[in-house]
């Protein structure tokens, strides 16, 4: 397998390395040796020793939500998600992506999303077409919360709305490239994808970036791809936690006691942990995880779930239980694709809120 001299060096430090074991969100979720950075090392190292075929391992390198719990605890600097990535991509060169991954690509290339997805909900559509007008302010929705979550992206509007904002959205938004650098990484055909969102942002000032992998997509791989966006990107908990804090956004708190789950998009890659915590704090009565901020542990997403439901409905109910043990029944995310894992798997005795349901209760 062609590999980068760098990303060897970080696979032959792996596979003889146990240190983050205990961290991994699949690995924890389905008890199997198999979903360790560990194990991923040393299963591409067989592969670069032409002891195994590449195509023998691909199953377990999409089992990796690439999440970056691993980088994290590493104190010695080696980057799992790296060599991951990288795998993906020499398997989509090579022509080795499992059927199910080759399904997903191919909906990227020819409809937009992984999804498939052409129709947006009812209610979605008319809010969007509410704000059709060219402004100065976008508001950028994401692929998850316009074809799978179409509730949370009209919700998302709503609390715009409130604060008396005025923004765009788009009719026919297209994928931030997040989708296709998440299945195959650096190819020309994520590239292009990214540069057709980016030019579809053109001649806005503000780009207000709804979901959390599309914020670390446009505002951290953006720069590795070498595309510059030409307007002012911001977060969509911080510009909301900024409508707070100027009073364009009156907030009332509940009393309402709730903990925090932080998308690893934010508190991680973009190392943006208090926006969400300002607005949290503001309406209800914010209580901590105790794996919370850089720490926190991945709660499921939407697209794995496409291939591998079982495991993401592990990964969520295993969040809830974490929730419970500190005696908390609320849990509030910044994240439409973990709102949508936790959901699905929430029982009677749990709550799941977005930090938009706490701001139009």
């Known amino acids: 397998m062609i590999m980068s001299d760098k990303v060897k060096k970080h696979v032959d430090s792996c596979r003889f390395c146990w240190m983050c074991h205990h961290i991994c969100p699949v690995g924890n979720a389905t008890g199997q040796e198999r979903n360790t950075a560990r194990a991923r090392a040393l299963g591409i190292s067989l592969v670069n020793r032409e002891a195994i075929d590449l195509s023998e391992i691909m199953d377990n390198i999409y089992e990796c939500a690439t999440c970056g719990a691993c980088v994290h605890d590493c104190i010695t600097g080696w980057d799992p998600v790296m060599f991951t990535k990288e795998t993906r991509l020499q398997a989509a060169l090579d022509g080795k992506l499992p059927e199910y991954i080759e399904k997903l690509v191919d909906n990227c290339l020819n409809i937009g999303n992984a999804y498939g997805k052409t129709a947006v909900c009812d209610t979605l559509a008319a809010s969007k077409a509410n704000h059709s007008a060219k402004t100065d302010t976008l508001l950028l929705l994401g692929t998850d919360a316009t074809y799978m979550a179409c509730e949370q992206g009209n919700k998302a509007i709503k609390v715009l709305e409130k604060a008396g904002v005025s923004f765009t959205v788009l009719e026919n938004e297209p994928d931030s490239g997040a989708q296709l650098d998440f299945l195959i990484g650096a190819a020309d055909e994520t590239k292009k994808q990214m540069e057709t969102l980016k030019d579809a942002v053109a001649g806005y000032k503000t780009v207000v970036v709804y979901d959390p992998a599309d914020a670390k997509t446009i505002k951290q791989t953006y720069k590795e791809y070498g595309i510059e966006v030409d307007a002012?990107?911001?977060?969509?908990?911080?510009?909301?936690?900024?409508?707070?804090?100027?009073?364009?956004?009156?907030?009332?708190?509940?009393?309402?006691?709730?903990?925090?789950?932080?998308?690893?998009?934010?508190?991680?890659?973009?190392?943006?942990?208090?926006?969400?915590?300002?607005?949290?704090?503001?309406?209800?009565?914010?209580?901590?995880?105790?794996?919370?901020?850089?720490?926190?542990?991945?709660?499921?997403?939407?697209?794995?779930?496409?291939?591998?439901?079982?495991?993401?409905?592990?990964?969520?109910?295993?969040?809830?239980?974490?929730?419970k043990s500190i005696g908390q029944s609320v849990i509030v995310t910044a994240s439409v694709s973990e709102y949508t894992a936790l959901k699905a798997v929430a029982g009677d005795d749990v709550e799941i809120l977005s930090l938009e349901d706490l701001i139009l209760a």
Do not use: H
């Open 232 to 323: 002012d990107v911001v977060t969509y908990t911080s510009f909301v936690a900024e409508l707070v804090e100027s009073g364009k956004l009156e907030a009332k708190n509940s009393g309402k006691d709730v903990v925090f789950q932080d998308p690893f998009q934010l508190a991680r890659d973009l190392e943006e942990t208090e926006p969400a915590r300002t607005v949290v704090s503001a309406f209800a009565c914010l209580t901590e995880f105790l794996l919370n901020r850089g720490e926190t542990v991945w709660a499921g997403n939407i697209l794995m779930a496409q291939y591998m439901p079982k495991v993401i409905e592990e990964v969520a109910k295993r969040r809830i239980f974490n929730a």
